[in-house]
């Protein structure tokens, strides 16, 4: 049996009284079952939308009307907030995804409408309670199979994000599709074209912070849907990665991106995520073949965060994200210049200080990025950055890294020169930093005397 919040108990007196049905429905309905019931409350009812007004009133402590031309109410009681919607039996035009809106007279009008077998269970809260499965969503979910109520090119048809919410369900749950779905998805992929980006940077977002992100990218990859979300990842299947370890570039980016996700400490990091999954997707366009017959990827860090940068603002991802993902992308590679230690303190401040708050993660990354079978070099790859953490946790007790200043801040710097407020100011104050950078803290009469040689030699 569902378990019935509260709030589902009250309405469903309403309802009663009125003389209408009410049903919990949905991801509420499929998540209780797995043992993972949650707040997110989806109800259906034979009710028209001016009969759930009728019913809400005087009772809900709000209500707002945004989706009542679809049939949708929304409402909030105390703390809970759900939707409420009449019975849908509605027809698509097909070439956009918005249907012609059309109520239905039953549950199972309504069920079979709806996304996946899973997500078409109901539970009946008026009259006798009783569960309502007429799409075999329990045997589905029992089997972790994904398939749908109607047939897959139907519901795909009506509505082709559907195909990426499949792949967002085996990310996010596990389920695997059933062979007619993915037969569809591959017949159909193109269709998702007719999907807005924000709707589809929304399901790929639920997807990747799945828990099993892997598996949602190879279904959306291998079913084609990833050319119309994220082409430049199935473009690395096209490069052989250097070291010759892997198939290809592609499945050495789903291991780095498993392996980030194993060093997640805070719960599923989005950043971490693709940043993973898009670290190497440069290496198709800087592909080479040497004259030592070995493959090179020159400068791929560059081209991909461009890439990743291109690809992220396309898909509407918020600006601070896409900043974020490049950067990681671009200092992946950095580290593999420490060799065995050998930069100086001022290169290890310059890892940190491009790195900025985004350190945390480029260690998590590097440490990722390492997929070698060969024990030895995994082995010394991890003591090597073992010893780069050790330097910059000395140098940050030290001087307090994070924070880096010149020796002398603006004010100083125009009272020493008697100059005014201006450019000049700024390029004495980046040279400061710049000697701050290469020799760490200076004491203050040193800094000064630096700053005046600089003068001198401006001509200031």
């Not at 140098?395 to 880096?404: C, K, N, P, V, Y």
Request: charged fraction near 30%.
């Amino acid at each position: 049996m569902v378990p019935v919040p509260r709030v589902a108990d009250e309405l469903a007196v309403r309802f009663t009284d009125a003389g209408h049905r009410l049903y919990l429905v949905g991801g509420y309905v499929r998540d209780a079952l797995l043992g993972r019931p949650g707040s997110d409350y989806d109800f259906t009812t034979d009710a028209r939308p001016d009969a759930v007004l009728a019913a809400l009133a005087g009772w809900a402590d709000a209500v707002w009307e945004t989706g009542i031309g679809f049939g949708t109410v929304g409402a909030r009681r105390g703390g809970e907030t759900f939707e409420i919607t009449t019975f849908r039996a509605d027809v698509y035009d097909r070439v956009s995804r918005n249907p012609v809106v059309r109520f239905g007279e039953t549950i199972e009008d309504d069920l079979v409408r709806r996304d996946f077998t899973v997500n078409a269970m109901a539970m009946e809260l008026t009259g006798e309670r009783r569960f309502v499965d007429p799409y075999g969503g329990l045997a589905a979910l029992a089997t972790g199979r994904l398939d749908t109520p109607a047939t897959p090119e139907e519901s795909f048809a009506d509505d082709p994000l559907r195909m990426l919410r499949a792949a967002r369900f085996v990310s996010q749950l596990g389920f695997r599709p059933a062979p007619r779905v993915v037969d569809a998805m591959t017949a159909m992929a193109g269709e998702l074209d007719r999907i807005t980006r924000e709707r589809v940077q929304a399901e790929l977002t639920k997807l990747i912070l799945g828990a099993h992100p892997r598996r949602g990218i190879e279904l959306m990859v291998d079913t084609g849907l990833g050319e119309h979300v994220l082409p430049e990842v199935p473009a690395m299947r096209l490069a052989i990665d250097e070291h010759m370890q892997h198939k290809d570039v592609y499945t050495h980016s789903l291991v780095v991106m498993e392996q980030a996700v194993s060093r997640e400490t805070d719960g599923p990091d989005l950043v971490l995520r693709l940043a993973a999954l898009l670290h190497d997707i440069g290496k198709p366009d800087t592909r080479r073949r040497e004259p030592d017959g070995r493959v090179s990827f020159h400068h791929h860090e560059v081209v991909g965060a461009k890439m990743a940068r291109r690809r992220l603002r396309e898909l509407r991802y918020p600006k601070a994200i896409v900043d974020d993902v490049a950067q990681l992308v671009f200092l992946h590679l950095r580290f593999h210049g420490y060799g065995k230690g050998e930069w100086t303190d001022s290169a290890v401040r310059r890892y940190v200080a491009d790195a900025g708050p985004m350190l945390d993660r480029l260690h998590k990354l590097v440490r990722s990025d390492c997929t070698t079978r060969n024990k030895r070099r995994a082995a010394a790859l991890q003591r090597s950055y073992d010893g780069l953490e050790e330097r910059i946790a000395a140098l940050r007790a030290q001087e307090e890294l994070d924070a880096i200043r010149p020796d002398l801040d603006g004010n100083e710097i125009m009272r020493l020169l008697g100059i005014p407020p201006g450019p000049l100011v700024g390029k004495a104050y980046r040279h400061l930093l710049a000697l701050r950078m290469e020799r760490g803290p200076l004491p203050h009469a040193e800094a000064e005397a630096e700053l005046r040689r600089w003068a001198a030699e401006q001509g200031i």
